[in-house]
């Protein structure tokens, strides 16, 4: 997320009510999640684990619940609870703004795109040319929807990302900031939910196609041409790239990246990268040829066993 203009360090620091190492005038461009900072963004980083990563990341204002040297050419927000001072940050440049209106003032509706009844279109929400969005959808703030696309019943796009720290009083959730972008030619079934990116974006790429009651979790990103079936689960900062296809009811962990032409079967538990180029099955999801000959190899133990009892 990047902010509406510049801002330095001190005012930064001022915002979250904290102290600062570096220059007072270093500039600050943004914020965001450690796997989509860029030069000028802010990352937090709350556990020791993490500080090398954060702190060797592309971002270049890093806050930390530790006072650490400070790399060259960064500057350092000490903060005692960083998951709270990243979430006033959200608040202050990404407020929620509430709406009295179905379809929003300040959104965009292309030619010839046709609205059904009962939809709500939030804040800032751009749908192109050419579109059909059909009744009960519900599209939040600041998603961005290109042409041709279609979107059936129920389908809600822009919710929070599924993002906690849990605490002694409950669970806290990190605000979200980013947003929701589906590109040209898409179709999005019945009763499916797309998060919105946390400080980034969750991007639904052009031609792809979902059926109905698939969840995508926050910043994931899916590529060109990719067919999705019925009931998948997508966790967050998945990456799926181009002509991917996965079938029903296939869960997918978060962080991971699925390569271009994976065919992903039926009830599949994806925990780990898979390449491209090849079709997986089960769970965790293998390659198909070896999973099936896995598969084989138990139906046969039963009968090993009885000849050993034999023996």
Known sequence: MKFPKPYTLKQIAEIIETTFVGDENFPVLGMNEIHVVEKGDIVFVDHPKYYDKALESAATIVLINKEVPCPEGKALLISDDPFRDFNKLTQHFKPFVSSNLAISSSAKIGKNTIIQPNCFIGNNVVIGDNCVIHSNVSI??????????????????????????????????????????????????ALCTIDRGVTGDTTIGEGSKL?????????????????????????????????????????????????????????????????????????????????????????????????LKIK
Request: net charge neutral; hydrophobic share 35%; with cysteine.
């Open 140 to 189: 939040y703030d600041d998603t961005i929807i290109g042409n041709h696309v279609t979107i059936h019943a129920g389908a809600v796009l822009g919710a929070s990302a599924f993002y906690y720290k849990n605490r002694p009083e409950g669970f806290d959730q990190l605000k979200s900031g980013g947003r929701v972008i589906i590109k040209d030619h898409v179709d999005i079934g």
């Open 211 to 307: 059926d109905n009651q698939i969840q995508v979790g926050h910043d994931t990103v899916i590529g060109k041409k990719c067919l999705i079936a019925s009931q998948v689960g997508i966790a967050g900062c998945v990456i799926i790239e181009d002509e991917v296809t996965i079938w029903g009811q296939a869960g997918i962990t978060s962080g991971i990246t699925i390569g271009k032409k994976a065919v992903i079967s039926a009830q599949s538990g994806v925990s780990k990268s898979l390449e491209g180029n090849k079709s997986y099955f089960g769970t965790p999801a293998d390659d198909f040829r070896s999973k099936y000959k896995e598969m084989a190899s138990i139906k046969m133990i039963p009968k090993i066993l009885e000849n």
